[in-house]
């Protein structure tokens, strides 16, 4: 009897910007690392979907073998403006503006009248149709938030399994417990987060360390998949090279990469740095997030500092070919997928203080264990051309052979594919 081609289905809401540049958004590494799983797993001849939230039709149903499914949302890009602008707050009348724009006077009555009618930001754990129709033989949902919720109990509901993939540290908080009132920075409650760790059917770590976080705090096992790279891809767009205009009119610089947010990314720490090292240049690609942190980082920029507020995910490797450091300054980190763009591309890495056991594993880098002086050395080090030559071209060959999409995405469909088979056999029994 022939072997049944394994059918999956990847969800990643905000992974737009990373399929087509014309998408507004960001991109983080999450969407990334999702979207780079998807394009292994159809070149690995394994049915792929991914589902992605987009406000219109995508032009194309399918992209390097994957089929886009898209959950259409018309009113998202407008949500996202105006949470650019107001925000939430205890007691009456229950919004605060951060800044206003013209278009909030027809905008906030629409997006209040839809909740009222529809009851957006209502329960997580409702299946969504959409999700229940898809054929699959497994979910796979990235990053510990409500709308994975919503692929948990939308598999169950279609009696399939469903695989969380970790997107972050964060997303082994311990204040996820099950009778918790916390709510992360990015509005997901508590003890949604612990019941979606207790209740998947597997769990993919990106490190070690996060592995055994979650079976001190959780009691749940998780396999350890390294993030993966396409090398071949991220090679192929060094060309052309990066425009004045994608790095703001430096021609060398100390890159940046992250949100407008204070809790994790922390771009005002960028600056304190950048005030260190008045001889050096800085680009910040700094996409929106909090609109007070924004101002803030473009108010106090220094002179040697350019801001970006995005550029297209095909253009990154251009913009890392001119980069003569990558600096990061996050307070918490997963694993970050700009670390082994920066390694692909022999750019050298200060980090503030995340990534010590790769930093130190490859040689690519400095860690810097919270002292700012020591990034600053660090980058003083890198701005001279050619330093550690050696060392950048050995880390590269290192990522190559440890984060592949071949050698990654064979991990992950072993895990898909075991529980896929599990979760067949336990119903075949029922």
């Keep these: 009897m022939p072997h049944r081609r394994l059918s999956t289905c990847l969800v990643a809401l905000n992974a737009g910007p990373v399929l087509t540049p014309d998408v507004a958004g960001r991109v983080g590494g999450l969407e990334t690392r999702a979207w780079t799983f998807a394009r292994g797993l159809a070149q690995a001849d394994i049915d792929a979907q991914f589902v992605v939230r987009l406000s219109r039709a995508p032009a194309v149903s399918e992209i390097d073998g994957v089929r886009i499914v898209p959950l259409l949302d018309r009113l998202y890009p407008m949500r996202e403006a105006a949470r650019m602008c107001v925000g939430k707050r205890a007691g009456f009348p229950w919004i605060e503006l951060h800044r206003w724009r013209w278009p909030l006077l027809w905008q906030l009555p629409i997006l209040a009248a839809e909740r009222v009618l529809f009851g957006a930001g209502g329960d997580p754990w409702k299946p969504d149709g959409r999700l229940v129709e898809l054929r699959t033989d497994v979910y796979c949902t990235f990053g510990v938030q409500s709308h994975s919720a919503t692929v948990l ?90 425009t004045r205009e994608e790095t703001a009119g430096l ?109 130190e594993r490859i040689g690519c880098g400095c860690f810097a264990g919270g002292d700012l002086d020591t990034v600053c050395d660090g980058l003083q080090t890198y701005w001279q051309p050619g330093a550690d030559a050696d060392k950048l ?24 594919a075991h529980i896929a088979n599990r979760k067949g056999t336990a119903n075949r029994r029922e």
């Design 153 to 242: 109990a939308s598999a169950k509901a279609a009696g399939r399994p469903c695989v969380l993939v970790l997107g972050s540290d964060g997303d082994l908080d311990e204040r996820y417990t099950q009778d918790s009132t916390f709510v992360s920075p990015y509005g997901d409650p508590g003890h949604v987060c612990w019941r979606i760790l207790q209740e998947v059917d597997a769990i993919v770590a990106q490190t070690p360390a996060q592995s055994a976080m979650l079976q001190e705090r959780f009691g749940r096992t998780a396999t350890v998949i390294p993030n993966p790279v396409d090398v071949a891809e991220w090679d192929a767009r060094r060309q052309p090279p990066a």
């Design 251 to 359: 021609d060398r610089y100390v890159l940046w990469v992250g949100r407008a947010e204070s809790v994790h990314k922390r771009p005002d720490v960028c600056l304190d740095v950048a005030r260190r090292c008045p001889e050096i240049r800085f680009l910040m690609v700094m996409n929106p997030r909090d609109p007070h942190v924004e101002a803030a980082v473009r108010r106090d920029a220094p002179p040697n500092v350019r801001i970006l507020s995005a550029v297209p995910f095909a253009r990154m490797p251009a913009v890392f070919a001119r980069s003569a450091a990558l600096l990061n300054t996050s307070s918490l980190e997963g694993f970050p997928n700009v670390f082994l763009q920066a390694a692909l591309s022999r750019v050298p890495i200060a980090s503030l203080e995340v990534g010590r056991e790769f930093l």
């Design 393 to 416: 071209s050995a880390a590269r060959e290192t990522v190559i052979r440890k984060h592949g999409l071949r050698e990654t995405t064979e991990q992950l469909a072993g895990v898909l």
